[in-house]
């Protein structure tokens, strides 16, 4: 499984928009990037997957550049209730049958 | 529509004292994880299984046993617990064609 490194923490304020970036330089051609968003005391919720150019959906939109080293979660017009940790994951086929997480990125919204 | 649940929620065990926690599906998924969360880091990896009937080690299987007899249930054993493996633990379960696995609402076990 490809390793991935993001921002150990990020900061924001309401009504901005938020763009959390994760690093894979070792991403297999059969991997697609997958996004989940964990609130303290919850378990992680899925946000968004890709393979490559531009998703998007209700939630997020996923960016992931040719070469798909990388990939750019944003998150528009952030509210304090998307203060929370955003993991990066990166796995073969639509849904790798080892779900690995990384540390992850807190992003804290403040008013 | 039930999605993962997780039996019990809370637990305190002594050291060395055994247990088993429950992880049941409704969605008739093939793939169900183990996981477990220290404080304020991420969540590693314990046990999976990709079906009924089959288990494979995590990142981090040293004391710990899973089975998986029914494809609904997923459950997690420590034989003899330690200190060290106090922590909040969830299951998760997810198919191969959808990118999405659901999480269930986590275990939070305590061993003095």
């Known amino acids: 499984l490809a390793k991935t490194t993001q921002p150990i923490s990020m900061d924001s304020y309401e009504g901005q928009e938020v763009n959390i970036t994760c690093s894979h330089n070792n991403i297999a051609t059969n991997d697609y990037i997958t996004w989940y968003q964990q609130f303290p005391s919850q378990g992680p919720r899925f946000i968004i997957q890709g393979y490559k150019t531009k998703v998007t959906n209700e939630v997020a939109s996923l960016f992931i550049p040719a070469d798909r080293k990388s990939s750019t979660l944003s998150l528009p017009r952030v509210s304090l209730s998307d203060t929370a940790v955003y993991y990066c994951l990166v796995g073969d086929i639509p849904n790798t049958d080892k779900l690995i997480f990384g540390t992850g990125t807190r992003l804290q919204v403040f008013p | 529509n039930a999605g993962v649940t997780q039996t019990p929620k809370f637990r305190v065990l002594k050291t060395g004292q055994s247990m088993t926690l429950l992880c049941a599906q409704d969605m008739n998924h093939e793939y169900m994880y183990w996981y477990r969360q220290d404080p304020g880091m991420g969540l590693r990896l314990i046990h999976y299984?990709?079906?009924?009937?089959?288990?494979a080690k995590g990142e981090v299987p040293d004391g710990y046993n899973v089975s998986r007899l029914k494809k609904q249930n997923f459950l997690l054993g420590l034989e003899s617990a330690a200190p060290s493996q106090t922590s909040v633990y969830f299951c998760?379960?997810?198919?191969?064609?959808?990118?999405?696995?659901?999480f269930g609402q986590g275990t939070r076990l305590t061993v003095v």
């Open positions: 998760a379960s997810d198919r191969p064609t959808i990118p999405e696995a659901f």
């Open positions: 299984s990709v079906g009924e009937g089959t288990t």
